[in-house]
């Protein structure tokens, strides 16, 4: 069977996959199949496996094992409830590394998802009709696993491969109250794969009119985190920090992640500059913040209860143990 995307947009045919980042066009809602001739076993089929991420856009769980068969890769999962700033942080970090802004001895090597990183930075850059603005809200629509973007590092002269998890924030919302929630599975995945844990704290939500349901939401999420950690570095993250939130909403968080979390590091973070900071257009904590993420050692042979000693993000790849 082979077919076409009933998406106009969508510039993926059916010989290198999808553009949403599903590991076969087949899974994904708009793939229209229709019959033909083709014979078994070849790219053009469903039965002849997942396609290589040729499109460059945001991997599926399944294309992780082709960059696995590379190198290790470090996945860095953003917790998060919607609008609190994962993909604008993530388009951030790309901005800056494109401008060759980042950690002393870390540079751009390259990327298997250029445009699904162009996809939610673009917004970011300066458009003289409009001026810059923030990514679109990230869809929960699809039901698939988080879409993963890759980097390529030069970190000090050795080349390292890191995921970045953009997923929409309904998701964080749901897992949050109920772990198993039928609409949180990429939630839950990512709970169990990531490597690095990023919580973040919207405060604008936080000092904003609806603060309390802000703060019970947030505190929710933070113990669902807890429970999940086992021993991973964990950083929670004061996002739009150009706001300024009440000093007693901050208390009554910080206690609230410390009951939660134990040991945490805390950034603060903001896609605006500082009034008098120099030089301008590199915001506030960014690149502390991904400093961070990609310092802080690997737990040794972290792996959810009752699996294997396996490469962490290798755990569990399309249900198959690798």
């Known amino acids: 069977m082979s077919g076409r995307c009933s998406q106009a947009a969508c510039i993926a045919p059916d010989e290198v996959g999808c553009l949403v980042g599903e590991a076969s066009p087949h899974y994904c809602k708009h793939w229209q199949q229709k019959a033909d001739t083709e014979s078994p076993g070849t790219m053009g089929s469903a039965e002849g496996g997942a396609r290589l991420p040729w499109t460059g856009n945001a991997l599926g769980s399944l294309d992780i094992g082709f960059l696995a068969g590379k190198a290790r890769a470090r996945l860095v999962g953003l ?53 810059p603005a923030f990514p679109p809200h990230t869809s929960s629509g699809t039901g698939r696993h988080p879409g993963l973007l890759h980097l390529d ?42 490597d690095v844990l990023i919580i973040l704290a919207d405060s604008d939500a936080l000092a904003g009119p609806c603060l309390g349901v802000a703060r019970t939401n947030f505190v929710t999420l933070l113990r669902r985190v807890g429970a999940e950690r086992r021993g991973r570095p964990v950083a929670l993250v004061w996002t739009k920090c150009d706001v300024k939130v009440d000093d007693q909403m901050r208390q009554a968080v910080t206690q609230a992640a410390d009951l939660a979390l134990g040991s945490y590091c805390t950034f603060s973070v903001s896609l605006h500059s500082a009034p008098g900071q120099e030089p301008h257009n590199r915001g506030q904590g960014l690149i502390e913040l991904f400093e961070w993420a990609l310092s802080v050692p690997d737990l040794p042979f972290f792996r959810p209860a009752g699996q294997e000693p396996e490469r962490a993000l290798l755990r569990l790849v399309g249900g198959v143990h690798v």
Request: glycine share 12%; charged share 20%.
């Open 79 to 131: 917790f998060g409830a919607a609008d609190s700033g994962k993909t604008s942080l993530l388009g951030a970090w790309y901005l800056l590394l494109g401008r060759d802004i980042g950690p002393n001895g870390v540079s751009f090597a390259g990327s298997l998802t250029l445009e699904g990183w162009e996809n939610i930075a673009g917004s970011l850059r300066w458009n003289a009709m409009r001026g």
């Open 153 to 194: 590092l030069q970190m000090h002269e050795v080349r390292h491969d890191l995921l970045f998890a953009d997923a929409p924030g309904e998701w964080f919302s749901r897992w949050a109250v109920r772990r198993d929630a039928e609409e949180a599975t990429g939630a839950l995945w990512l709970s169990e794969t990531s």
